[in-house]
């Protein structure tokens, strides 16, 4: 069995709702000048008890409750995020902890930015492979704000704070994946060297050049490995950072912009959760119905991207 099912799906916002109105309060910005620039409306920071991996807990005890599997079942636990609150324990070690998930499975994060839900995917897909087991459970869950200058306006107005979860089953179904790095600067977050005096910059330019190279060729990749066309999709689940990188996508693909889910205008740009935030959204409202492909597309910060092609099973 070589494909992944998608079976049930969780998510998690933190408390704090910031607005545009907000924003403009603190910076020299305006609801017009960011909503036009990308679509987004609102996002949710962290209060000051909430991390990636209180939301990553909650995001998957919810996923793993709807699954209605048992912990013993869960071969592996990997979390994607790059704003972990603690070098070690991972956020992963933290779930297996919290939900009480065997003591003889693996359970690690991955860092791949905004591509790190498709890795997370690739890695306990790997790792049911190769160890045995038939369930993963993997998240994507983020704390931006923590790596924010709150005054900059160029950042602070484009990311949020999120967690969203997937338990997957192997299964014999359609599935491909692909992924890609090419090691550059364009977004950049300082690590333990420079906490405090580094947090995100961004070109914003150069990756808006990126990412709609990077969406449309990852799609058609994994398209052309299953053979599947974009009428065989139900869903195309882009990476959230703008409204206007999925059009341009959308255009040059001449595709149907119903099947492009978008989410950003209550979200910003959440990163390795943006992705399953939107499966959870989606499977919450009854709009994923069982045998539908979906298409997974992440690209952003190293510079990575990656695409899927996977089923929900509901
Ligand atoms: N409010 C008001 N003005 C702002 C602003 C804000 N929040 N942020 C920047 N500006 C100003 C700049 O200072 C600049 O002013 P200047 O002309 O006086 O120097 C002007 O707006 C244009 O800035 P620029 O950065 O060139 O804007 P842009 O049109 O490229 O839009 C982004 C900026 C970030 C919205 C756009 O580049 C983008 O969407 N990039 C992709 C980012 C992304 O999605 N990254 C995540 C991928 S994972």
Redesign the pocket.
């Known amino acids: 069995m070589n494909g992944l099912q998608l079976i049930a799906t969780g998510g998690a916002l933190p408390g704090r709702t910031v607005t545009n109105e907000d924003l403009s309060r603190v910076?020299?910005?305006?609801d017009e000048?960011?909503t036009t620039?990308?679509g987004i409306r609102t996002r949710h920071w962290c209060t000051e008890g909430e991390s990636a991996a209180t939301l990553a807990i909650a995001a998957a005890r919810q996923a793993l409750e709807r699954s209605g599997l048992a912990p013993e079942q869960i071969a592996c636990c990997v979390c994607a995020t790059l704003s972990a609150p603690d070098a070690t324990p991972s956020v992963a070690c933290q779930v297996q902890r919290a939900l009480g998930l065997p003591e003889d499975r693996p359970a690690l994060d991955v860092n791949a930015a905004?591509s790190g839900f498709v890795y997370g995917t690739a890695v306990a897909r790997g790792l049911l492979t190769t160890l045995g087991g038939q369930y993963a459970l993997v998240v994507g869950c983020e704390a931006l704000s923590r790596l924010m200058d709150p005054t900059d306006?160029?950042t602070c107005?484009?990311f949020g704070d999120g967690a969203g979860a997937a338990v997957y089953a192997l299964a014999d179904t359609p599935f491909a994946i692909t992924l890609g790095a090419r090691g550059n600067d364009a977004?950049h977050a300082g690590g333990p060297d420079r906490a405090g005096s580094a947090p995100i910059t961004?070109d914003?330019?150069a990756?808006?050049r990126f990412?709609v190279d990077a969406l449309p060729k990852s799609l058609n990749k994994v398209l052309a490995e299953t053979g599947l066309t974009l009428d065989d999709l139900g869903w195309v689940v882009c990476?959230q950072?703008?409204s206007?990188?999925i059009d341009h996508c959308i255009k040059h693909l001449n595709a149907d912009p119903a099947k492009f889910y978008k989410n950003m205008d209550r979200h910003g740009?959440t990163s390795a959760a943006s992705i399953p935030v939107a499966l959870n959204e989606l499977a919450e409202a009854g709009k994923l119905t069982p045998g539908q492909r979906v298409a997974c597309i992440g690209?952003?910060?190293g510079l990575t991207w990656g695409g899927m092609i996977l089923t929900y099973k509901g």
Do not use: E, P, Y
Request: charge should be positive; include cysteine; proline fraction near 0%.
């Open positions: 910076v020299d910005t305006s000048w960011i620039r990308t905004c306006r160029s107005v484009l977004i961004m914003g330019k990756v808006f990412a990476h950072a703008n206007r990188i740009n690209f952003g910060g």
